[in-house]
């Protein structure tokens, strides 16, 4: 049943009224959880997490390009892991025809002590808009990446994040806590879309 007083009274005046009558009430907030659909592989070689990774973000977005493709334009060479945090975002971008400032992929490096909300925000904001987030990482469960490692987070929960980890298979469209995602980041490191 409709409430006469929901349809006539502006949201602010409806809540400011339910305050000063004692009514408990509960708007209308964003979903406490999302998700994207995409497509999952396991890394093709051990420096291909970045690759792999980007590749899981474009799937969600219905593009399916080789990781091999993907690793040319991210300067994979000679077995070497991505050298250039930057170029995530930027293949990205390309892969996708995004030419829109406001709205595209960022590299994102934040400040010390700032990641867990800073990753929060820019987490919800890109897969509430169906991208997934690529993350730098240093340790994933209990395997511990030297020189980093790279997985997407293609979800978000109360405290958790989903990750699509192109490692191993077990870890694909897993939850972990949003503090364990954060303790096992490397550098503060990730590339979500969104200005």
């Known amino acids: 049943m409709k409430n006469a007083l929901s349809s006539s009274l ?13 009514v408990t009430m509960a708007l209308a907030t964003k979903a406490d959880a999302a998700s994207v659909g995409y497509s999952y592989q396991l890394q093709a070689t051990q420096s291909w997490c970045s690759a792999a ?26 077995g070497s892991g991505l050298q250039d945090p930057y170029a995530i975002a930027r293949v990205l971008n390309n892969r996708l025809g995004i030419a829109d400032r406001t709205q595209r992929y960022y590299f994102r490096q934040p400040a010390a002590g700032t990641l867990k909300t800073a990753l929060r ?3 919800v904001r890109s897969i509430d808009a169906g991208y997934p987030v690529v993350i730098n990482m240093e340790w994933v469960d209990g395997d511990h990446f030297d020189a980093g490692h790279y997985i997407a987070i293609v979800g978000y929960g109360a405290g958790t994040y989903k ?8 870890r694909n469209g ?21 200005a």
């Not at 980007?54 to 000679?78: K, Y």
């Open 53 to 78: 990774s980007s590749r899981i973000a474009l799937t969600a977005r219905d593009r399916f390009p080789t990781q091999a493709s993907l690793a040319n334009s991210l300067g994979l060479e000679g």
């Open 163 to 170: 990750i699509a980890d192109p490692f191993r298979s077990s």
């Open 10 to 22: 502006p949201r602010r005046g409806f809540l400011s009224l339910g305050l000063a009558t004692g």
């Open 121 to 123: 925000s820019r987490v």
């Open 174 to 194: 897993v939850w972990r806590n949003d503090d364990d995602i954060v303790a096992w980041n490397k550098l503060n490191r990730f590339t979500a879309y969104g």
